[in-house]
Nanobody, 112 residues
């Protein structure tokens, strides 16, 4: 249903772009969460089918979420990466039925 990709190792200040290909359902909202070692999963950014994007305060101005409806893909462009952005990033989506769907994680490691 959700296939995430694009993680990797990057130096602080660098950039990465994550991709999440959706299939099988109509989703009312799609986004990204992340979970760092020893911490709870937290919201990074969401983009609804209609409406405004939403970002965690910690990534505002650095990350941009976008979608390509023709490719059923949601992107997370991450710029000015910091070591504290190191985490497993999970693609997330909510169906019209209000059921949440999660993709597999993709690891982002930012070295200092």
């Amino acid at each position: 249903q959700l296939q995430a990709s694009g993680g990797g190792l990057v130096q602080a200040g660098g950039s990465l772009r994550l991709s999440c290909v959706t299939s099988g359902s109509v989703f009312v909202i799609t986004g990204w969460y992340r979970q760092a070692p020893g911490k709870q999963r937290e919201l990074v950014a969401t983009i609804p089918a209609r409406g405004s994007t939403n970002y965690a305060d910690s990534v505002k101005g650095r990350f941009t979420i976008s979608r390509d409806n023709a490719k059923n893909t949601v992107y997370l462009q991450m710029n000015s990466l910091k070591p504290e952005d190191t985490a497993i990033y999970y693609c997330y989506a909510r169906r019209i039925s209000n059921k949440d769907v999660w993709g597999q994680g993709t690891l982002v490691t930012v070295s200092s």
